[in-house]
């Protein structure tokens, strides 16, 4: 099973970094961590950020900690593709794993073909269609609602080759921007029920303040046609999947 994990931790979070060198020394998990990037530090203008398209897009306004964020997981996307790894376990360090992670993860690893991108936490249930069955009672689904959190999943080459091209320069949050595969051109899957839960650690992230105007109008024509758009691809996904 030819994995590489990365875990994203900043510098100043030594108690979460001890928790999840715990959590991973006891599952057998080897572990490369990746030092996240401080939003506050950031200097402006932004390189690498579309403030005016984010704005439009999400209405809200920028969050230095959340632009961090989103630089963290390039950064490892980055690490990921100077190895020779077929896949990457992405963690960042308030993510709970279930003891049987690293059979669950073999399992959905044998069934590959069908993504690209597997998502294993979300804070927001879905509307699943299944692809698998796996062990322990998951399964390998297709969820056709959004996604929320990327506390944890595992990634192949091909779509961190991709997020790399297409998630740069950053005009959504992370966890929307990948979870816009259409876009991005890559397969995605979960396993439900989802095996990483978070642990309750006060957050990093504070919410963003709002543009009201922005958000009643250009926020809700993406989220509207986002929303069509994500069903549509991932039922087509899901057709070419049975052929395989």
Known sequence: MNFKTFLINLDRADQRLAQMHTQLEALGIDYTRIPAVLGDLLEEPIDGFDEVGFKIRTGKHKNKREIGCYFSHIKVLTAFLETDAEHALVLEDDACLPTNTIALLKDAISHAQHWDLLRLSSSREGRYIEIQSLIDGHALVVNTRVLKNTAA?????????????????????????????????????????????????????????????????????????DHLLRRRYRKQCVRNSSHK
């Open 153 to 225: 999943y595992m990634i192949n080459r091909k779509a961190a080759k991709r997020c790399l091209e297409r998630l740069q320069p950053m005009h959504w949050p992370y966890d929307v921007a990948l979870d816009r595969d259409w876009k991005i051109g890559i397969r995605t899957a979960c396993i439900t029920p989802f095996p990483v839960a978070l642990q309750d650690v006060p957050g990093q992230i504070p919410k963003s303040p709002r543009v009201s105007l922005l958000r009643a109008t250009t926020f809700h024509l993406f989220h509207h046609l």
